[in-house]
Structures are given as C-alpha cells and as structure tokens.
C-alpha cells in the first residue's frame, strides 16, 4: 500500500472489555513499532518488531498489553481489561528495517474508555 | 536507560519571529531524528543527522547535530502559521531508538 494503515480510526469501548487495534505497515518493511500518545503528550513507545526476532516488549506498561505480528506484516495490540486510563492515541509505524531508518507513522487509532 | 529531553515544551511565537526547539540525550547517540506531527496529525519524518556537527538546512529549516553527538537543535527562521505542530526528536543508541517529549510551537497570525 502508500502507506501505513490502522483501523479502527476510532474505538469506544466500556471499561474491562478487550480490544484489538490493527496495522498494516508498508510493504517491504520488516520492522514495525507501537506508539501510545495521550491528549498533548508525546510518544510512548510500546513495542517493536523486528524481522523475526522476538520482539523488544520493553515498553508495554502492563500485562494487560499484548502485540502480535503475522507473517512478518500485518500486527494486532490487544489491550485486555481495558481502563480509563488506557484512552490515548495508538500509533503503528514502520520502517526498512534499522533502527536509524525514518519512520513512516499511520493515521493512529483514538481508543476512549468509558 | 538512555533519556531524551526537550525545551521547551511549549512555545508561542508571533508569526515572523524566529523557534529554537532543543534535545538533548543522556548518552551519545549514533544519529538523531526530527519528525513533525501537525494537530489533529501523525508524525512525519523531516531529517536525519548522522555526524558530529551536522549542519543541515530545509529551506527555513535549519537542524544541528553537537560535537559530542549528545544534543541537537531544530531553528525556524520567520515563522509562519503553516509551522504550527509539535516537533519531536528521536535518538538512536546502541539498539534503543527514543523519542524526546516534543516541543509544541503556536504562532500567532
């Protein structure tokens, strides 16, 4: 595709369900990253995927986080238990591959939890 | 960990006059990275520095990398409303890629 893609554009959820976000980064690119960004904040970095090394998860701020990645592209962030203090912005991006190669972020996912 | 800081958080700036965002890192870095994310936006990359001194320029633009590769700074000259966003650095050390909290510039018309 042109681009990285996310979906849901936006999520409403009710506290303690589960959601899953979805991003579908460049073709090509083998690393991916996720990113959360609260209302004027900057950016929380979640976890990264490499090719198919095991992922860096050094980021994820509970065991309620979870990131898959199949096949090398498409890659799914569950959040279980979801609460209010998870609503934030959900950024995927994706690169060549390096760690110094530019990023190429997605529209993000606007998750609020009531 | 490695940390990356910047000042200011936020800054307001008539339109015309000059924006200086700073960052700085904990631990010396093999290349920094500045990305641009508009309100409402995402962030998109607008350079790379790779070199001790780096100098680069995009048209009002102008990005330094430090001797000591530990800092680096991002120069508006003659703002204009189109500049308005948040301005984020990301530093690279070793295999950790961090990004500073970002400056938030507003011009006012």
């Known amino acids: 595709g042109a681009g990285v893609s996310q979906s849901p554009s936006n999520k409403v959820t009710e506290k303690g369900k589960d959601v899953e976000l979805r991003c579908d980064p460049i073709s090509g690119h083998t690393a991916l990253y996720w990113y959360r960004q609260s209302l004027g904040q900057g950016l929380e970095f979640l976890i990264y995927?490499?090719?198919?090394?095991?992922?860096?998860k050094s980021g994820l701020p509970s065991d309620r986080f979870s990131a898959e990645r199949t096949g090398g592209s498409v890659s799914t962030l569950t959040i279980q238990r979801t609460q209010q203090e998870d609503s934030a912005v959900y950024l995927c991006?994706?690169?060549?591959?390096?760690?110094?190669?530019?990023?190429?972020f997605g529209p993000g996912t606007r998750l609020t939890v009531l | 960990g490695q940390q990356v800081m910047q000042i200011p958080q936020y800054q307001h700036v008539q339109e015309g006059e000059d924006f200086t965002t700073y960052c700085n890192s904990s631990?010396?870095?093999?290349?920094i990275q500045w990305y641009k994310q508009r309100p409402g936006g995402h962030p998109v990359f607008l350079i790379q520095?790779?070199?001790?001194?780096e100098v680069k320029k995009q048209k009002r633009l102008t990005f330094q990398f430090g001797e000591a590769k530990k800092n680096s700074s991002l120069h508006i000259t003659a703002t204009q409303t189109t500049d308005v966003g948040t301005y984020f650095c990301?530093?690279?050390?070793?295999?950790?890629?961090?990004f500073g909290g970002g400056t938030r510039l507003m011009v006012k018309p």
């Open positions: 991006a994706s690169s060549s591959g390096l760690l110094t190669d530019t990023q190429y």
């Open positions: 995927f490499q090719g198919n090394s095991a992922p860096d």
């Open positions: 631990t010396t870095l093999s290349n």
């Open positions: 520095l790779v070199k001790s001194g």
């Open positions: 990301a530093g690279v050390a070793g295999n950790m890629l961090t």
